[in-house]
């Protein structure tokens, strides 16, 4: 949606509702503006269309640093502008070629946690992904309790996930105890022509008590239930949203002289719903 009809329709609702922690579960969810198709059988429960001049800290924390996460990703996170900001109604993530903190490249990741942490509802955003070889943007949940639960047995719900060398597919997987890394069971949603970065698509989730459902676009492409896994279910108890564009790592592997830097993974918008009652 264009920026100034957006900033049209977020001044005819009035102030946006700020995003509430899982322990303020008695407050009322957001209302849903104009310009907000709700989809059928849930109500808006939590969302950032991008609107203001700025990431919106009522919502969201930036990362910084050097992940450390075992995937040998060359990416510094930064909260600096050139890496994280709202241009044109639109969250930019830009990855950028240079060195930081002792690694070659720079880009961001943001997340909810401890501001918005949710058991089950459905997870949309509408996101342009960047591409190239060595280029890794994704949408996903990781477990609240992470601080005190190693990885995986907190859980991880990728609910999208793109490689640049795999300009036409996108992947939604698990990660759990006995079940994570390479084992993660999951599966890819191939576009029916083109490459993903060229346009953008809704990438959704919907989580409910012993089932999890992937959509790319309206199209249901993969399933997860407790039997389906391998291992222990861990889905659950609350999870928070995270946004990021890594470069490199084991997975996508590194960038090369044909990678086009920088490069700009755009959201739209992320939207989180909730079953009525």
């Given at each position: 949606m264009h920026y100034t009809i957006k900033r049209a329709l977020a001044a005819a609702m009035g102030a946006v509702i700020a995003g509430t922690t899982l322990s303020a579960a008695a407050q009322a969810p957001a209302r849903t503006p104009a310009g907000i198709a709700t989809p059928q059988g849930w109500v808006l429960d939590w969302h950032d269309e991008f609107d203001g001049p700025a990431l919106d800290h009522a919502k969201w924390v930036e990362e910084t640093g050097d992940p450390n996460n075992g995937n040998d990703e060359k990416q510094f996170y930064t909260a600096r502008p050139d890496n994280l900001r709202i241009e044109d109604g639109m969250l930019v993530i830009e990855a950028r070629r240079e060195n930081m903190g002792?690694?070659?490249?720079?880009?961001?990741?943001?997340?909810?946690?401890d501001?918005?942490?949710?058991?089950?509802?459905?997870?949309?955003?509408?996101i342009r992904i960047?591409?190239?070889?060595?280029?890794?943007?994704?949408f996903w949940l990781l477990g609240a309790d992470c601080r005190k639960v190693q990885w995986p047995r907190c859980g991880e719900i990728d609910i999208m996930e793109n490689i640049g060398k795999e300009p036409n597919l996108v992947h939604g997987t698990l990660h759990g105890p006995g079940?994570?890394?390479a084992k993660g069971p999951g599966r890819p949603q191939a576009l029916e022509k083109g490459a993903y970065a060229d346009d953008f698509h809704?990438?959704?989730?919907?989580?409910?008590?012993?089932?999890?459902?992937?959509?790319?676009?309206?199209?249901?492409?993969?399933?997860?239930?407790?039997?389906?896994?391998?291992?222990?279910?861990?889905?659950?108890?609350?999870?928070?949203?995270?946004?990021?564009l890594a470069v490199g790592g084991y997975w996508p592997g590194y960038p090369d002289a044909g990678t086009p830097l920088p490069q700009r993974m755009l959201v739209d918008w992320v939207r989180v719903y909730r079953r009525p009652g």
């Open positions: 002792g690694m070659a490249y720079t880009s961001a990741r943001i997340k909810t946690q501001l918005v942490e949710r058991t089950h509802g459905r997870y949309e955003a509408r960047p591409r190239g070889q060595g280029i890794w943007p994704a079940y994570s890394g809704v990438f959704a989730l919907e989580w409910e008590p012993g089932v999890i459902r992937w959509y790319r676009d309206g199209i249901l492409y993969h399933t997860a239930r407790p039997d389906t896994v391998g291992g222990d279910w861990v889905f659950e108890r609350p999870f928070y949203v995270i946004l990021n």
